[in-house]
């Protein structure tokens, strides 16, 4: 008897769900919030019919749950709760649930998947980091974010060597190119040290936080336009205000940087963006200074964190090793209409020591075997989620590696209402078969999420 089966024999008495007049058998690529919050909306409830009458989870990664588990900061465990509802969807699921880990989806798989199913839904997300061309980037600690995260989250296709280099006797010296989330997180990260010790990080990377990080770390991150066009959330940057003290670390902004990003078309976007606006004050409140004010500070402290607004990487030098020791910045300026401005150099710049660089300027998405011609822009051509026959895509493979966990929900009920628009009056296909191996179940899921729990709770460092 399966995990669904058992579930739903002890669960006792139930109202009564609405049946669709049609149901259909829909195979999922991909397990993380885009195609989890999918399968929500396929499923029957007491208000609406279903459209599903079987589900197909294929995973490539053995564990579900996609960037949730393997993206999303060790130290956010309140994003990571939404495994539960995931986890609750899938357990109380009324028709059957399937998930295949270690199972890759590939062209001819995909092939065989349109043959023996209603709907195929690609949610495989975007797996590869961005990295500028610099002249002298081959230089070794050049890295790009997902390295980064993936590292100190576990992810199976981590590497195994850390991506912090060692140094002797000095702080380490970190610049970060981009001003999202993810880049908030990383030097969040660097920056908490032993605060660190509480949260979902691996045993391996907080050993190796704790002992690269000994004599210091200062985290400088770039962003070639202003402050009114920074991607990162008013949440995030409030996190790290109310950080500086428990974590010993300053947090600051050049004055000089702020009024010269502040032009009237930056000053119409904030007018037209309350949260802009609220990020701008927030910032310029606490951390905005005067450049003399930081430049003394950052000599008297070794922990520190700055964000150097409209100035761009242009060069990477190496040491005699072909270890990164310094990166060429070059100051920006700004133009063109508001909602639309380009940042260009002016030809005026310095050099920032660096031990390590890293690249949070995006993820990038593949197109499966066959579909390259549906492909454009890191992500598929679509018209409200379908892509060609039976196939359909939800969320960063569908519209861009963009947005938080709760962007997925508006994409993910896009594609389905897309799904039964299109399947409206079809019969429905006999119980699909594939035929490559079962790879991890469900149940098999749950003894690896036991496992490490139990050996997590006994880790002496954790």
Not at 96 to 104: H, I, Q, Y
Not at 318 to 342: C, F, H, M, V, Y
Not at 413 to 442: D, F, H, N
Request: contains cysteine.
């Amino acid at each position: 008897i399966g995990m669904n089966s058992l579930l739903r024999a002890t669960r006792g008495p139930q109202r009564q769900l609405l049946c669709a007049a049609k149901s259909y058998h829909i195979a999922v690529v991909g397990s993380g919030p885009s195609a989890l919050y999918a399968l929500k909306y396929m499923l029957p409830t007491t208000k609406a019919p279903g459209l599903a009458t079987s589900v197909t989870v294929f995973e490539e990664l053995p564990t579900p749950f996609g960037l949730v588990r393997s993206g999303v900061a060790p130290d956010h465990e309140d994003v990571k709760n939404v495994q539960n509802d995931f986890t609750h969807t899938i357990e109380t699921s009324p028709v059957p649930v399937t998930f295949r880990g270690s199972t890759k989806v590939g062209g001819a798989e995909l092939s065989e998947l349109k043959a023996a199913y209603d709907a195929v839904i690609l949610a495989h997300g975007c797996g590869s980091g961005s990295k500028l061309d610099l002249p002298g980037s081959p230089a070794a600690n050049v890295v790009s974010s997902i390295d980064v995260v993936r590292w100190y989250n576990g992810h199976p296709y981590a590497s195994e060597s850390s991506p912090l280099p060692v140094v002797e006797g000095r702080p380490l010296e970190v610049v970060i190119v981009g001003t999202g989330n993810v880049s908030i997180d990383i030097a969040r990260v660097l920056l908490k040290g032993d605060l660190l010790t509480p949260s979902d990080v691996t045993t391996g990377a907080l050993a190796d936080l704790k002992a690269r990080t000994s004599a210091g770390v200062r985290v400088r991150i770039l962003n070639r336009r202003g402050l009114a066009q920074s991607a990162f959330t008013i949440k995030e940057i409030r996190e790290l205000i109310k950080l500086q003290a428990p974590a010993a670390f300053t947090f600051t902004v050049t004055e000089e940087d702020v009024e010269l990003g502040l032009n009237p078309a930056s000053e119409e976007e904030l007018r037209e963006s309350r949260p802009k606006k609220r990020i701008v004050d927030l910032l310029r409140k606490e951390v905005v200074m005067p450049e003399a004010e930081v430049e003394a500070l950052a000599a008297a402290g070794d922990r520190s964190l700055a964000i150097d607004y409209l100035y761009s990487p242009c060069a990477v030098s190496a040491d005699d090793e072909g270890n990164i020791k310094s990166l060429t910045i070059e100051r920006q300026s700004l133009s063109g209409e508001a909602g639309s401005q380009r940042a260009t150099g002016t030809g005026e710049t310095k050099e920032v020591p660096c031990d390590l660089l890293i690249f949070s300027t995006g993820y990038k998405g593949e197109p499966l075997k066959g579909l390259e011609d549906h492909f454009s822009g890191g992500c598929y051509v679509h018209s409200r989620g379908h892509i060609k026959d039976n196939v359909y895509c939800t969320g960063w493979i569908k519209r861009g590696a963009t947005g938080i966990v709760g962007s997925n929900i508006a994409d993910a009920r896009e594609t389905v209402a897309t799904i039964k628009e299109r399947l409206e009056g079809m019969a429905a296909k006999a119980q699909p078969t594939v035929r490559y191996g079962e790879g991890v179940s469900w149940e098999g899921w749950k003894k690896i999420e036991e496992y490490e729990a139990t050996h997590g709770l006994r880790c002496p460092e954790q």
